[in-house]
């Protein structure tokens, strides 16, 4: 378990370490510039302190302490302020390997996901569900003393027991007719690693035409496809500024920009500061 200021997160999540927990605090007040965080890990985060504003897929969602909130794979996300003394224990998980766990019940993953983000934080925090979320986050922290193979399993069974037991709960529709729809789109930006995906290219993925598919892709994120697949390769970009070892010229071009010049006009406008700054101030970057 990581326990430290953490603002970022690179989640490298697989079938042997299918979960991350952080233990977030913040000791003083902050209101964030609207950053889009984008990224293919579920956040179930639990609030044991404070307040925080979230961005969710464009709805605006406020938490306070006892809330939780579950963010779903590829869902644009930010945090757009917080009160002093917010306090987040955030699990991070790998989406295929929680519907491996569900069995032949894993279309309630995949339902309770595809929820619309105010409906989803709205089922989730029920007062038995709130409950099991505190005890939850109480016994996943707890684990982390003298922390071994066998307690990151423990960890797993209670992380997945959390849904299972939340399962009868919670009242969800049938699948919607585009859940799963955009995924293709989705699959081919994440394939494509840095190279510009047009709106025909991504709807076509999709066998869907183009206003048909910019139309379902707003509904469900809250965002036109241009500004998400944008959002999707400055993230990337910002990420190479800090982990590789490359120039401005290197990164406009692995993220897909068409010079230095595109690259940083476009990242001081998205991030509010030049790529060199960004990367001068990584040691205190964003919450999200």
């Not at 709205?122 to 005890?135: D, F, G, H, Q, R």
Request: hydrophobic share 40%; proline share 5%; aromatic share 10%.
């Amino acid at each position: 378990m990581n326990k430290e200021k953490l603002y970022r997160f690179d989640y490298q999540l697989t079938p042997v370490n299918p979960f991350q927990i952080s233990q977030i605090k913040i000791d003083r007040p902050e209101v964030i510039p609207t950053v889009i965080d984008i990224h293919k890990a579920i956040h179930l985060g639990i609030i044991t302190g404070g307040q925080m504003l979230i961005q969710n897929c464009g709805a605006t969602l406020e938490l306070n302490q006892g809330d939780c909130y579950l963010i779903s794979p590829w869902e644009p996300h930010g945090v757009l302020r917080h009160r002093a003394g917010l306090e987040i224990l955030l699990v991070s998980i790998s989406r295929d390997e929680l519907l491996k766990s569900f069995i032949s019940k894993a279309n309630f993953i995949r339902q309770l996901l595809t929820l619309p983000p105010k409906e989803r934080m709205s089922i989730i925090n029920i007062p038995a569900i709130m409950e099991s979320a505190k005890v939850l986050a109480e016994r996943l922290t707890a684990i982390n003393v003298n922390y071994n193979d066998w307690n990151k399993l423990t960890q797993w069974h209670l992380i997945t027991g959390f849904f299972i037991s939340a399962a009868p709960l919670l009242k969800i529709a049938p699948d919607t007719p585009y859940a799963g729809r955009l995924e293709p789109a989705i699959e081919l930006l994440l394939g494509r690693s840095g190279v510009l995906t047009t709106v025909s290219e991504a709807a076509a993925s999709c066998s869907l035409s183009e206003s048909r598919f910019n139309h379902l892709f707003k509904e469900t994120f809250g965002i036109a496809f241009g500004n998400y697949e944008l959002h999707y390769r400055l993230n990337g970009a910002a990420e190479s500024l800090v982990i590789e070892n490359l120039t401005l010229k290197e990164v406009a071009r692995r993220w897909g920009f068409f010079d230095e010049s595109h690259f940083s006009h476009c990242f001081k406008k998205y991030f509010a500061q030049t790529p060199g700054t960004y990367r001068k101030n990584r040691q205190k970057p964003r919450l999200l």
